[in-house]
Nanobody
Framework: QVQLVESGGASVQTGGSLRLSCAFS????????MAWFRQAPGKEREGVAF???????AVADSVKGRFTISKDDAKYTLYLQMNNLEPEDTATYYC????????????????WGQGTQVTVS
């Protein structure tokens, strides 16, 4: 089992920055691959950024150049640095984890946090 707890969400103005954190605990072998997803009201959940166990990362085209994902295994924390925020970034942000990367990328990871709200206006 893995427990994921997101934090760092807030209301910010357009052009502002936030850093989201996802603290993980439990069987950390199941955090080999992790990702950030987001879901806005009335919209489907979408993948935002992904990191694997070797440090390879990928971000969605919609946030490329603005968002950066990183993971600090020593601190048991996944981060999402979000710069130059836009109103379209308003959503609840979730972190996800699994030892398998294909499930994380597909959005079917077994472990999810409760979400943190980001509002940009």
């Amino acid at each position: 089992q893995v427990q994921l707890v997101e934090s760092g969400g807030a209301s910010v103005q357009t052009g502002g920055s936030l850093r989201l954190s996802c603290a993980f605990s439990g069987n950390t072998r199941n955090t080999h691959c992790m990702a950030w997803f987001r879901q806005a009201p009335g919209k489907e959940r979408e993948g935002v950024a992904f990191v694997d166990g070797t440090g390879n990362t990928a971000v969605a085209d919609s946030v490329k150049g603005r968002f950066t994902i990183s993971k600090d295994d020593a601190k048991y924390t996944l981060y999402l640095q979000m710069n130059n925020l836009e109103p379209e970034d308003t959503a609840t942000y979730y972190c996800a984890a699994d030892w398998r990367c294909d499930t994380v990328v597909a959005g079917s990871a077994p472990y999810w946090g409760q979400g943190t709200q980001v509002t940009v206006s």
